[in-house]
């Protein structure tokens, strides 16, 4: 069984940044694709961030195109973690933010299709 930690929430004023992580325990990262997802209230839950299943450091990545060109979701196999680095944040990005992973190579942007999630983490964005 996975068990995912997501950290690094918080707030932040608009045009700020924060960097989430997410631990992973009970089988490596690199043995797992991961995601991000985030739900505010009263929304349905969106896909922000993928990153493939990779044996080094990398792998391919997708984004959300409400978030392209500010966030960044990399991994780090070496600690279990993959990250996702947010610049440039604005008010709409207020949510709580999860974590996903699955043992396909890439799960993608549907949520139905990560096996593994984490409790969240809130970020929220003054303006």
């Known amino acids: 069984q996975v068990q995912l930690e997501e950290s690094g929430g918080g707030v932040v004023q608009a045009g700020g940044s924060l960097r989430l992580s997410c631990a992973a325990s009970g089988r490596t990262f690199s043995n797992l694709s991961g995601g991000w997802f985030r739900q505010a209230p009263g929304k349905e839950r969106e896909f922000v961030a993928a990153?493939?299943?990779?044996?080094?450091?990398?792998?391919?990545?997708y984004y959300a195109d409400s978030v392209k060109g500010r966030f960044t979701i990399s991994r780090d196999n070496a600690v279990n973690t993959v990250f996702l680095e947010m610049t440039n944040l604005k008010p709409e990005d207020t949510a709580g933010y999860y974590c996903?992973?699955?043992?396909?190579?890439?799960?993608?942007?549907?949520?139905?299709?990560?096996?593994?999630w984490g409790q969240g983490t809130q970020v929220t964005v003054s303006s």
């Open positions: 996903a992973a699955d043992r396909r190579v890439l799960a993608g942007a549907r949520s139905w299709d990560y096996e593994y």
């Open positions: 990153i493939s299943r990779s044996a080094g450091s990398g792998g391919s990545t």
